[in-house]
């Protein structure tokens, strides 16, 4: 199929098709198109979707410039994951935080309603694919508020199961050998403040990065607690965690809940958590997708592919 676009020719092409047509070689390489440029003539060739797809991203892109005067990569990124083409997040709902990046903001709706949702409720649990920004963006809220002085310390969490891989022989003490399972909470921070800084406030146990058991007989009051990979929790451990929650607190559960790695029949407990309080006031729940991975775009390619391979098995 083929579908010819006509510019306007008094259109910013430059900003339009990005630096060395940046912009158009992302939806070729994303969408599986072809797209050549003469003038003010854009012709897209591929199959009747994709050049449809590709037709209402370009709409979209022209629509972001139109209205903010603006188009950059990200924009063009957002579009293709099928964000709507009128769709900007307010500065208003940046995520204030320490160091040089000084804020971070949401890139999808998704990702705008997850944020929305931590702000609002004491307690959320977040679902979603690997990309998608759940620890990314529990991490950010939990800096903001100590930055702010709405809280007095940060609890990061993981439970200590294992992806496939034993552990258990590597040398060192019981910290050595849980820093593998700690060590995407230690990226996450480290992305929003300075290393010494964070250091700093980890031998005050102003942050605590701990296993997952360590919280066991704590009330953590004036804290934001976030448990990651939540979805390798037994209901036990669950309730364990949810029942650490103090005064002053806010609490955030992560997990992907179709990467569970507990063994086989055991149920996840950040499932049966979600099934049993869902319809509590003060909870929130968000279920981010597919389109809302930030990661490299090939990520979503594989997470769909896994998804589809998995219902015809």
């Known amino acids: 199929m083929e579908e010819t676009i006509k510019l306007n020719p008094a259109y910013k092409q430059l900003e339009l098709f990005g630096a060395a ?25 591929g199959s009747q979707k994709d050049v449809k797809r590709a037709a209402d991203v370009i709409a979209g892109m022209q629509g972001q410039l139109d209205r903010h005067n603006r188009l950059d990569h990200a924009d063009v990124a957002a ?21 040089h990046k000084k804020v971070i903001k949401p890139s999808t709706s998704g990702q705008l309603k997850y944020i929305q949702t931590m702000l609002a409720n004491d307690l959320t649990f977040c679902t979603g694919p ?33 992806a496939g891989e034993k552990l258990g022989f590597l040398p060192g003490d019981l910290q050595a050998k849980v820093n593998p ?31 997952l058991a360590f919280m066991r007989g704590r009330t953590l ?3 934001a607690i976030i448990c990651d990979e939540a979805q390798n929790t037994l209901p036990l451990q669950m309730l364990m965690v949810l029942t650490r929650l103090g005064q002053g607190s806010k609490m955030i559960i992560t997990g992907d809940v179709t990467q569970i790695d507990l063994p086989s029949g055991q149920k996840s407990g950040m499932v049966d958590a979600i099934e049993t309080l869902k319809r ?3 909870i929130g729940i968000v279920e981010l997708t597919q389109k809302d991975i930030v990661r490299h775009r090939l990520v979503q390619n594989i997470v769909r592919a896994y998804k589809k391979k998995k219902k015809t098995d």
Request: aromatic share 6%.
């Open 79 to 99: 579009l293709i994951r099928g964000a709507a083409p009128n769709e900007k997040i307010a500065d208003a709902d940046a995520v204030s935080i320490y160091g």
């Open 280 to 282: 509590i006031r003060g």
């Open 130 to 162: 690997a990309g998608t920004g759940k620890t990314y963006l529990a991490v950010a809220i939990a800096v903001s508020m100590l930055k702010n002085k709405q809280i007095r310390r940060i609890v990061l969490a993981r439970p200590a199961v294992e």
């Open 221 to 223: 009051n004036e804290a």
């Open 21 to 45: 047509d940046s912009h158009l070689r992302l939806l070729r390489k994303s969408l599986g198109v072809q797209i050549t440029a003469r003038k003010s003539v854009l012709t897209i060739r």
């Open 181 to 211: 399972y700690l060590r995407p909470l230690f990226d996450a921070l480290e992305d929003m403040m300075d290393f010494s800084q964070m250091r700093k406030f980890m031998e005050l146990d102003i942050i605590e990065i701990i296993p």
